[in-house]
Nanobody, 130 residues
Framework: VQLQASGGGLVQAGGSMRLSCEVS????????MGWFRQAPGKEREFVAD????????YYADSVKGRFTISRDNAKNMVYLQMNSLKPEDTAVYYC????????????????????????WGPGTQVTVSS
C-alpha cells in the first residue's frame, strides 16, 4: 500500500483547506484510513479515521465539528476537509492505512507509538497564520 498526501499550504485563521490522500496498492474491505499530524516539537497525534468499507468515522476532540474525513473508494482517495482553521492546527499532516481495526482504535489515543499504523505516506505541511 502506498499513500501520497497533497493539498497543504498556507491559510489564514478561520479559513479552509482540503487535504487529499491518493491510495495505491491493495486495499481490502477491513482497512481503515487515518489522518495524523505533527507540530514542531510535539508528538504525532491522531486527527481522524474512516473505515474503507462502510465509511464510519471518528475524530479527535480538537477537530470535531471543524474537520471532515471522507473517502472515494472508486478513486482510491481519502480527504480531510478542514474548516475554521486555527493557528494551533499548524502541523505536518500524514495519511495512513491499517488493516487491523483494533489497532486503529488504540491509535486514537496517545500511545507513545505502541499502536502505529502499518502504512504511511509522506506528510504535507499545513500552516495557519493568525
Amino acid at each position: 500500500v502506498q499513500l501520497q498526501a497533497s493539498g497543504g499550504g498556507l491559510v489564514q485563521a478561520g479559513g479552509s483547506m482540503r487535504l487529499s490522500c491518493e491510495v495505491s496498492g491493495r486495499i481490502f474491505s477491513g482497512y481503515s484510513m487515518g489522518w495524523f499530524r505533527q507540530a514542531p516539537g510535539k508528538e504525532r497525534e491522531f486527527v481522524a479515521d474512516i473505515r474503507w468499507t462502510g465509511g464510519s468515522t471518528y475524530y479527535a476532540d480538537s477537530v470535531k465539528g471543524r474537520f471532515t474525513i471522507s473517502r472515494d473508494n472508486a478513486k482510491n482517495m481519502v480527504y480531510l476537509q478542514m474548516n475554521s482553521l486555527k493557528p494551533e492546527d499548524t502541523a505536518v499532516y500524514y495519511c495512513a492505512a491499517d488493516p487491523n481495526y483494533q489497532k486503529v482504535i488504540f491509535a486514537r489515543r496517545p500511545t507513545d507509538g505502541k499502536y502505529r499504523y502499518d502504512y504511511w505516506g509522506p506528510g504535507t505541511q499545513v500552516t495557519v497564520s493568525s
